[in-house]
């Protein structure tokens, strides 16, 4: 028994002798957990949100390693960390320092001077569509800008080209271009963007020895906008790769006598009208024409039924160019739009015709496109008449038999108002012209006539395009009317030659668009 208090008592000294003896060791250890408690407890309280991601910590160790390279004193304990360092995909861009901004204050005269600090930009300087060649020394940059800084300052331009070089060490001299102006063809029309064609001329032929190169645009604000600064945006417009320039087609005999460049085509249009003006417009124009069909959204699935047919025989190129809407521009950027498609075909036609899709070009009995347009050979512009119908007048010998009957073939009242200016449509030899608008062009070379009545006109069919039902909406059995205070008189010049069209139709793709709808 003896024995065993004496090892008992043996046990207590030697456990009491550890406890004295890391005494120091035990309060940090329990400091520690204690600590460690806290901070358990403490993050049962912050938001699900707040997270310490491996991305946030190689933030950090990116930032003190470049704190280090410039001299700043880091904790060795924080440069000898085992972190693996950033690569290069994730290291973060290192932000411009922010100018310091100037506060409000009073001046030694008493004067309060007050300060404007920008945020953000009201727009671009410039959204760029294309840019194509017009000739050895010339190019041509379709593009939108702000408006406000067309209106009201005056931005400029500058071109630049630069060759492309065989050897990747060696580096290129650029070409400064002696000209660049810019021309504002949608006549103030423009919302908060306004198109801007810059054509820009070399003193000198650019890439003549076709080894490739690339063109670049400089537009400057020009203090436009803020006044204390000039703005200078630097991109590539255009690239040209060796041996891709083909310099005879601009002496070349155009690929097509005739080429359709439609406006933006937008919301829910007919079907059935569309296919009625894609037949009755080949029929017209030929084997050596093409029509250009831009889709701002109105292309849906049954009208790309009927255009289909066409395309898949060579008649119909189909652009979507539905991207544009992005930018707030007039009736969906057709100027632009148009524009872009006159500078695209500029050497690849012989004219190019301006119209929409509810309009019929229309030339009389005794004459074909051919004759007319070789007695305007002399013009590199002339302007067809407008012969406007109702949209809603029919005559009632066709009641009970609309389905058989097409838009132009139902619709023969014109109206004869008089004392009105009406809108009038144009064609050009896009060889002269710089430019172009909706109703006509103001950038050309040579003349233009609008002398034209009883040669070629067009019979436009206002808003039926996009009816998406039965236009006829009252039957007469009259040859004259007035209906909504407008005079209307009987024309069945379209009526007349409607069956022709359907014959030219059925010919051409057979009856597979019998049933297409309105």
């Not at 070399?202 to 600064?229: E, M, V």
């Not at 051919?370 to 007695?375: E, F, G, H, I």
Request: hydrophobic share 35%; charged share 25%.
């Amino acid at each position: 028994m003896g024995k065993e208090r004496d090892k008992d008592r043996g046990e207590k000294r030697m456990l009491m002798g550890v406890v004295v003896n890391c005494a120091t060791e035990l309060k940090l250890l329990l400091t520690a957990l204690l600590i460690l408690c806290s901070v358990a407890t403490l993050l049962q309280f912050l938001p699900s949100r707040f997270t310490i991601s491996a991305t946030d910590l190689r933030v950090c160790i990116s930032r003190i390693t470049t704190a280090t390279a410039a001299g700043v004193a880091v904790p060795t304990t924080l440069l000898n960390s085992s972190a693996t360092p950033p690569t290069e995909s994730s290291t973060p861009t290192q932000e411009k320092p922010e100018q310091k901004e100037e506060q409000e204050r009073v001046l030694d005269n008493g004067v309060v001077k007050r300060m404007f600090h920008p945020f953000g930009a009201a727009a671009y300087n410039f959204i760029l569509m294309s840019a194509y060649r017009g000739g050895i020394d010339t190019f041509a940059i379709m593009g939108l800008s702000s408006k406000p800084l067309h209106l009201y300052s005056k931005p400029t331009y500058q071109c630049e080209w630069l060759t492309q070089t065989s050897s990747p060490n060696s580096s290129a001299t650029p070409i400064n271009s002696s000209v660049a102006y810019k021309i504002l063809p949608d006549w103030g029309y423009g919302r908060v963007y306004t198109v801007v064609i810059v054509n820009c001329t070399f003193s000198q032929p650019i890439n003549l020895d076709n080894s490739g190169g690339k063109l670049f645009l400089h537009a400057s604000t020009s203090g436009g906008g803020d006044t204390k600064f000039n703005v200078t945006d630097r991109f590539e417009v255009l690239s040209e790769h060796p041996g891709a320039v083909n310099f005879g087609m601009f002496k070349a005999k155009p690929k097509y006598d005739y080429l359709y460049c439609g406006s933006s085509l937008y919301g829910n249009l007919s079907p059935q009208r569309v296919r009625e003006w894609i037949a009755f417009h080949v029929r017209l124009f030929g084997e050596r024409s093409h029509f250009v069909i831009h889709d701002a959204g109105g292309v849906h699935e049954e009208v790309m039924e009927v255009l289909r047919p066409w395309m898949e025989l060579g008649y119909v190129t189909l652009q979507d160019i539905r991207e544009q809407e992005r930018f707030d521009g007039y009736y969906h950027n057709q100027f632009m739009v148009v524009n872009d498609c006159l500078h695209r075909y500029k050497f690849m036609a012989k004219w190019i015709f301006f119209f929409d899709v509810d309009e019929y070009i229309y030339v009389p009995p005794k004459n074909t496109i051919k004759s007319v347009l070789d007695s305007l050979r002399d013009y590199s512009q002339f302007t067809i008449e407008q012969m406007p119908m109702s949209s809603k007048l029919c005559l009632s010998a066709d009641y009970g038999r609309y389905y058989r009957r097409w838009g132009f073939e139902k619709l023969v009242y014109k109206d004869v108002k008089r004392g009105i200016r009406r809108d009038r449509k144009y064609a050009i030899q896009p060889r002269n012209v710089f430019a172009t608008g909706v109703h006509m062009s103001q950038n050309l070379v040579g003349k233009t006539t609008h002398k034209t009545e009883g040669r070629i006109k067009y019979f436009h069919y206002h808003g039926t395009i996009a009816q998406r039902r039965e236009p006829c909406r009252n039957l007469l059995n009259v040859s004259e009317i007035n209906f909504e205070k407008i005079p209307y008189k009987l024309d069945t010049t379209m009526r007349d030659i409607a069956w022709t069209i359907k014959k030219f139709e059925l010919k051409m793709i057979g009856n597979r668009l019998q049933q297409t709808r309105q």
